[in-house]
């Protein structure tokens, strides 16, 4: 029968291993305070059942590649990430497709234009850039598909992170922005090489950061690419909005002598 004092020496032992053992795997316990590395976070179950449609069972098989292939890119995901040492480097490269240094510098290039060209330019970027705001939000909202659970549990992110992932806003941004830029500015192989780098870096690094899956982003570059043909087909020209202007301020002119008149008359 072993003594109080050897007990006590025997969990003393047992307590000093286990630390030994968790001190020589750091990394082994850094990853579990991630919550993208969390098993109970991204378990998700795709039930199959023969009895369903075949449209049911190709969609849950998607699904379960579009996962799949979400927990092997988002290797930027935390700062315990195997990438985690570039993820402030990502999140700069991210940073460069939100959506408000972009409208906030067309807006200001429209009203420092120096040509009338190139406050069109801006104009129509601008109006492109609402359009894509607006698609993006309604889409979202109509699919109502939740973001990674990575997103909800970064304090930052939630201010600055939608509830809704489908589509990427930033690739639908940085698609629409890319065939803008190629159609009306790059007019070198070395631009043309710069803003098609750029979308495809905006895109990769929604997944990197395990912002959004890939069907989101796949989608919102298909979308950004398809809303520039709706911006070329109704593109504004400075004589048209001076028009449009004009117009519009003689309707208004119109209306008020209307309504003096009347008070005139009725006096």
């Known amino acids: ?12 032992g047992v307590a000093a291993g286990s630390r030994a053992s968790s001190e020589s795997h750091p990394g082994r316990r850094r990853a579990y305070s991630c919550p993208y ?15 369903q449609p075949m449209f049911a069972i190709t969609l849950r098989f998607l699904l379960a590649v579009d996962l799949w292939l979400f927990k092997r ?25 939100h959506v408000i240094p972009w409208l906030v510098g067309t807006v200001y290039t429209l009203l420092r234009g120096e040509s009338v060209a190139e406050q069109e330019l801006m104009l129509n970027l601008t109006l492109a850039l609402i359009l894509d705001l607006l698609l993006v939000r309604g889409v979202k909202t109509l699919v109502r598909r939740r973001t990674p659970v990575q997103n909800r549990s970064d304090i930052l992110s939630a201010f600055l992170v939608e ?3 489908f589509p990427s806003g930033h690739a639908s941004r940085a698609g629409m922005c890319a065939r803008f830029f190629l159609a009306q500015l790059a007019d070198t192989a070395s631009m043309r090489v710069l803003v098609v780098s750029w979308a495809v870096l905006v895109s990769l690094s929604r997944l990197l950061l395990a912002r959004h899956y890939v069907t989101d982003v796949g989608f919102g570059l298909a979308m950004g690419y398809c809303q520039y043909s709706v911006v070329e087909r109704f593109w504004v020209t400075w004589d048209c909005l001076h028009d449009l202007l004009f117009i519009q301020l003689r309707e208004s002119l119109d209306r008020a002598y209307d309504r003096l008149w009347m008070v005139d008359w009725k006096h």
């Open 73 to 97: 890119l988002g290797v930027c995901a935390c700062e315990e990430s195997p990438w985690g040492s570039i993820r402030p480097l990502v999140r700069l490269v991210e940073f460069s497709g």
């Open 163 to 165: 509830r809704y992932s």
């Open 37 to 51: 590395f969390s098993s109970r976070a991204q378990a998700e179950d795709f039930p199959v059942s023969l009895s």
């Open 1 to 12: 029968m072993s003594s109080p004092a050897s007990r006590r020496n025997s969990c003393r």
